[in-house]
């Protein structure tokens, strides 16, 4: 019995089909995953606790309309000067370009509401369900279209070969087309979340509208022609028309943001533009607005970053005696006397901070503590520690905590301690070879059984999947 011959162009397009498959699951993957070492290593994050203590207020009437509330979801702030926000796991990221080029507090409410549509509407876990089924489409489409191109090389059909590798290439378009169709489903669904949400905390829709505006005209600046079968997201032109009338059925359609609120974000955005983008970016903001509390406080942050100490304490000064109780402005000072080299009056600064600071923010204590070290003594050193364990314990995944917590345990003389903290910086970035070395080294000089040999020995277990072994 003669056996049928193999084709080598069945299986050259079979493997491109596969390809081209793999490639759509890959940033599906991408979109869904949940990993921090993955984030750690590939994402620019930002960290500030002025911000992060703005979108957490943004977030959390939002959170709690779409049933969050107690879900513990993370906000991430990304370097990134795109306009953009997306969800993974419990995590919701923003660019910070998304913070700058929104003018009010409403329109990255909006963004946000959109996205914990996501989250509430388990949109992630049904797309893994949904990449399944689509994967099982394309290969069942791939083996037929190889079965019918090895037909044809037997029959010497070219007819029938050619067809087989339409059916293959075919499921792949398939699958693809089926995918983003679901995804265009979730993101109508998530727009429709997003206004109940602003409903229920009696804000508008308008700054949501405003967005996606603001993409549609892009879009046709760009010239760009786009099939709608290929996109994952509605169709810019769709998408608004059926916003602007959930929008105006809304009776909080006109409402605007607390004055107080629109202060704090305007800060915000003159904040990153000075420290991300430059003095000209700055101040092309403060020349908006001259003389408003925001333009000031970015004359100060200008000055410190730019050279000018004296007139930046001079400046943070004026603004400490007309916010007080203002955790943000004591830590400019902070800043402000650390680069001057007077670490003591600099940790009365950031103790002050710490003190009035009603978000308890890790990262104030961290700071608090490297001006402590920065000091120098025995009993600055050992205070240090405090503060900065204190920091992690409200923020475990600071990496770079670690690292000054390692350094003060270290000129203490407290070896295993710092090498324990040198892991958990290591871990916390996502390299694990070296979390797992220092660990090891940290146990060696430990107690048997006591917390911090436990924690190394956790260190030390935890593998790829992100478990402990």
Do not use: C
Request: hydrophobic share 40%; proline share 4%; no cysteine.
């Amino acid at each position: 019995m003669l056996s049928r011959p193999r084709s080598t162009t069945a299986r050259s397009t079979v493997a491109r089909t596969t390809r081209g498959f793999a490639t759509l699951l890959l940033a599906a993957a991408v979109a869904v995953s949940g990993s921090v070492s993955a984030f750690a290593q590939n994402v620019p994050i930002v960290r500030d606790a002025e911000i992060e203590a703005l979108v957490r207020d943004y977030a959390r009437p939002i959170f709690k309309a779409a049933g969050l509330a107690n879900d513990g979801i993370d906000i991430v702030l990304v370097n990134d000067p795109s306009f953009n926000a997306f969800v993974t796991g419990r995590r919701m990221f923003i660019n910070t370009g998304a913070l700058m080029t929104a003018e009010t507090p409403n329109e990255i409410i909006g963004v946000m509401a959109h996205e914990a549509g996501h989250i509430a509407g388990g949109h992630q876990q049904k797309l893994r369900d949904q990449l399944e089924r689509a994967k099982t489409m394309a290969i069942i489409a791939t083996l037929l279209g190889a079965g019918a191109m090895v037909a044809g090389a037997t029959t010497n059909s070219r007819g029938l070969a050619g067809a087989g590798m339409g059916v293959a290439a075919g499921g792949g378009e398939m699958a693809q087309r089926s995918i983003l169709a679901y995804q265009r489903t979730e993101e109508t669904t998530a727009d429709r979340s997003a206004i109940s949400y602003l409903n229920a905390t009696g804000q508008s829709g308008m700054g949501m509208l405003k967005t996606f505006s603001r993409f549609q005209n892009a879009l046709s600046l760009s010239g760009t022609q786009v099939d709608p079968y290929r996109i994952s997201h509605p169709m810019p032109q769709e998408r608004i028309a059926n916003l602007e009338a959930l929008v105006k059925q809304s009776p909080y359609v006109d409402k605007l943001d607390p004055p107080a609120l629109q202060q704090r974000h305007d800060m915000m955005r003159i904040k990153i533009a000075a420290y991300m983008q430059g003095q000209a970016a700055a101040s092309r903001l403060m020349r908006k607005n001259p003389g408003s509390l925001a333009s000031r406080y970015g004359e100060a942050q200008l000055a410190y970053l730019y050279g000018n100490l004296n007139a930046a304490l001079v400046k943070t000064s004026a603004l400490i005696k007309e916010q007080p109780k203002n955790p943000y402005f004591q830590e400019l000072r902070g800043d402000i006397l650390m680069k001057a080299n007077k670490p003591k009056d600099a940790a009365d600064a950031y103790a002050k901070a710490v003190s009035l600071d009603p978000a308890r923010s890790g990262l104030l204590p961290v700071s608090l503590g490297q001006a402590l070290m920065a000091i120098g003594t025995p009993d600055a050193l050992k205070k240090a520690v405090v503060q900065i364990n204190n920091g992690l314990g409200r923020d475990k995944e600071n990496a770079v905590g670690y690292r000054y917590l390692a350094q003060a345990y270290g000129e203490l003389g407290n070896i295993p301690a710092a090498d324990l903290a040198t892991a958990e910086g290591h871990f916390y970035s996502g390299d694990y070879r070296n979390a797992k070395i220092f660990a090891m080294r940290a146990q060696q000089k430990m107690k048997r059984g006591e917390p911090g040999w436990l924690r190394a020995q956790d260190i030390i277990n935890y593998g790829p999947s992100g478990k402990t072994k």
